[in-house]
């Protein structure tokens, strides 16, 4: 049992090894250096190398580890979780961020699009929690979370994104499914679902129209500003979470609350 006097030990990750997808930029870098700051070895994953590199330096080249990575390749996914355990000898977190979408009307909306969003969003997700299991099953314990969205739970329309609606409302019910299929080996499943964020996926949405409409929608009238995100994170991540699986913890200002 933990001293409950020491509330905060909870949250510390010393000794885990966390991979985090879509590191380069927004959110995903966010979350990576949040869970290196409470002790976990850090394990960078996204296309630009250069990107990780740096975020890699700027952490002082300690406990980070980068690796290029695209998500919609089964060779790089499988590359980065058996690196990984050739580097640092298991898997304690995964956190499945990266994810691409465009808006677009389902009309004009083509097959190849809607292939690749799902291949990136969804069988990314499926695969690196699928490659990841085997350690954490080793070692009696980890946490799997699933960045998905709140557009997993409610439609995107006027913001037309049927290809990322599929994929993230896909992501949720995995997140159920694992959840239950690996509860009774040690694994938990989580799925993070944000709701407007500023990141580069989100970067149509900060001009000033759209932010109105983001105002007159959201019960806490503004996007969600980066760390509002860390709590939840290291809720899901970190011993403070260990009786929490096949849940979605939506941050979002109240908008599926309407």
């Known amino acids: 049992m933990i001293d409950a006097s020491q509330p905060l030990e909870l949250f510390r990750l010393d000794g885990k090894v966390a991979i985090v997808t879509g590191a380069s930029a927004g959110l995903g870098e966010r979350m990576a250096r949040v869970l290196h700051a409470v002790g976990a070895t850090v394990v960078v994953a996204a296309r630009r190398i250069d990107r990780l590199e740096s975020l890699a330096s700027s952490l002082g ?10 998500m919609a390749s089964e060779s ?41 969003v799902l291949e990136i969003n969804t069988t990314a997700v499926w695969h690196l929690s699928k490659l990841c299991a085997p350690s954490m099953i080793d070692t009696g314990s980890g946490s799997v979370i699933n960045v998905a969205s709140m557009l997993g739970h409610v439609g995107a329309t006027p913001v037309k994104q049927a290809n990322y609606c599929a994929s993230k409302g896909a992501v949720v019910n995995m997140t159920r499914e694992l959840a239950l299929q690996w509860g009774r080996k040690g694994i938990r499943v989580n799925a993070l679902c944000p709701g407007w964020f500023p990141s580069e ?41 260990t009786f929490i699986t096949g849940q979605s913890i939506i941050v979002d200002g109240g908008w599926t609350a309407r």
């Open 61 to 70: 080249n300690e406990r980070v580890t980068a690796i290029a990575a695209d």
């Open 201 to 241: 996926m989100t970067e149509p949405m900060q001009e000033e129209r759209s932010q109105d409409f983001v105002r007159r929608n959201t019960p806490i009238p503004r996007m969600g500003e980066p760390h509002e995100l860390d709590g939840a994170l290291l809720l899901l991540a970190s011993a403070a979470g």
């Open 76 to 116: 790089d996914r499988e590359h980065l979780v058996a690196e990984t355990i050739r580097q640092h000898g298991r898997v304690d977190i995964l956190v499945n961020n990266a994810g691409i979408t465009e808006v677009v009307g389902i009309e004009d909306e083509s097959l190849e699009l809607f292939r690749r």
